[in-house]
């Protein structure tokens, strides 16, 4: 069975930071894309992030500069690591895999999820 479970959320103020964490497995796609998703009440869910089995990565333009997704295959855990918080990050955040490469913007592709963390920024 594949399992994804997300921790690490939290409340935190703008310009703090945050690191999420995913542990992943029970996966055998030999292509894959692992994937870091957000979503706000009232929002559409949005993808943030993604990591692929090559290590290819993708960000949404909202996060670049300030988020990094990492891959540790030995511990078989996902990393988002979050600089510089907004408010408008604020949201419940989802870990979740697909099989093939990231397409952030098709989260009805990704089969399995975790729970979600929540993540709360405050001005």
């Known amino acids: 069975q594949v399992h994804m479970v997300e921790s690490g959320g939290g409340s935190v103020q703008a310009g703090g930071s945050l690191r999420l964490a995913c542990a992943a497995s029970g996966y055998t796609y030999n292509t894959y894309c692992l994937g870091w998703f957000r979503q706000a009440p009232g929002q559409e869910r949005e993808g943030v992030a993604g990591?692929?089995?090559?290590?290819?990565?993708k960000y949404a333009d909202s996060v670049k500069g300030r988020f990094t997704i990492s891959q540790d295959k030995d511990k078989n855990t996902l990393h988002l690591q979050m600089n510089n918080l907004k408010p408008e990050d604020t949201a419940m955040y989802y870990c979740a895999i697909r099989n093939g490469y990231c397409h952030l913007a098709a989260p009805g592709e990704f089969g399995y999820w975790g729970p979600g963390t929540q993540v709360t920024v405050s001005s």
């Open positions: 990591i692929d089995s090559d290590a290819w990565i």
